[in-house]
């Protein structure tokens, strides 16, 4: 059965990596078993969170997103405005469905993460990497290696994996980009796969597969950022974490600890990297996600060889103390699965359902179209739904059955906001309709101001021009170098 893509990823409510093909990847073709160590995660997850305007009444569609086909849109969510990314770049607009600032460049796999007010958007498996604020660019990195994996903190703090041809390195950039750590990994069948930044900005995680003895071995380690708590440590290194015979993935930081997943289970440190909490995996786990700071949610799958399992398709709450908290029996396969800072939704096929983080469904939801992304708006009751040629704005209080979607046309919609592949901006008075990029990346018809690439365009002369700082091409930084305050 096809699962549903998950092309925005945020690590409050934070996004997630598929362990076994990342693996493969770094190790150079090495091949994995996915049940091995007696566990298997199809999918890990990090993801956020948030609104809307007044429509026609009685099919709940608030406003209409036009999108060309085949883009790939991503969506992130501040209260009433949003942002729209695509491999040709991205557009902010405000709650009026007015566009503000965008910044156009071209990436082959664009990857969009959210932590609080920030954004980055990174091309994996390529070289370009960009941090943004609500108004416009803070920083552009470009490493001469490819990008693995990386992640925000509530501070606009990045950390980043980076692949080389003779071996991995670990970054740490400040909010202003400035290079504050860079940590080589060169041993042979070592390979890291995860990294967060703490929210305090004084340390970072990273969790690694080691293959280089007998027996496969997973590792968290944990680092000092300022170089005042690390005088009393070797290589800034103040705790570490093994497990035999597991494969270790995601890591992500919340309310101060550290959560981290296995094949076998997941883990719960505290901020001296003491390990606080298990929990074990009887099942499967099909997709698992560190939503927020609060709560990881995750998707039972097939019973584990040996295990005493449970039902399939049941969705898990677990707490910071490891306890579990809520569970939902979905009679249906899951095949997509976001979560979100008031809630999570799960599809099956067509048919979607908003669930509260206590285990009740708070609505449901018929699709006409196959729908690649639902982002949860305005009191987790409005709904961004995200197709194929266009996205709307749903009010489910008002729409559970999809009444009338595959015959709506956009000008017959109030509040309708026209979205057309980075074309100029337009105002509340007057929107411009313009041909959208095509597959290849070309603009046609454009007829405004014209986007240089790589800077951020603002739409209103009151805004400032974002601005940020390039990366620099060393591995650490100058010595006395200490993060932003």
Known sequence: MKKHPLQHMTKQTKIGIAIALVLAAAAGGLFWDTYYGGGRIRSLFVSASSSSTEGKEGNGVLSTIELDVGSQSS?????????????????????????????????????????GSYMAVGDMNGKTLRVYGQSGMLYQIQLEGSLTQFALNTNGYLSLVEKRANGSQILVYNNAGTLLKGRVEESAGIYPVSTDISDDNKSFAVSYVDTSDVKIMGKVLFFYINSTDSENVTDSMF?????????????????????AVSDKGLYGFGTD???????????????????????????????????????SNTICWVDGSGKETASYESDREITYFSVWEDGVIAGSQSDFAGLR???????????????????????????????????????????????????????????????????????????TSEEGTDAAGTEEGTDGAEEQNGETTEETPEEEEATGAESTEETMPEEGTEPAE
């Open 273 to 311: 990297g003491v390990e606080k909490w298990a929990y074990s995996f009887t099942n499967l786990v099909d997709y698992i996600s560190f939503q927020n700071k609060d709560t990881v949610a995750l998707v039972l799958g097939d019973a584990a060889a040996g295990q005493e399992s449970r039902p």
């Open 357 to 431: 983080h206590t285990g009740s469904e708070e609505w449901t939801y018929q699709a006409t179209q196959e729908v690649s992304q639902m982002v949860p708006m305005e009191k987790f009751t409005k709904v961004l739904v995200v197709m194929q040629d266009r996205a709307l704005i749903l009010d489910m209080t008002k729409n559970t059955e999809g009444a009338g979607l595959a015959d709506l046309e956009a000008p017959e919609i109030e509040g309708v906001v026209v979205v057309d592949e980075m074309a100029p901006a337009q105002t509340q008075d007057s929107q």
């Open 75 to 115: 969506f992130a969510v501040f209260g009433k405005a949003f942002l729209h990314c695509t491999k040709d770049g991205i557009k902010y607009y405000d709650s009026a469905g007015v566009q503000k600032w965008s910044d156009t460049f071209t990436m082959t796999s664009p990857k969009l993460i959210q932590e």
């Open 239 to 259: 705790a570490s974490v093994m497990k035999e015979n597991e494969v270790m993935g995601t890591v992500s930081y919340g309310n101060g600890a550290l959560r």
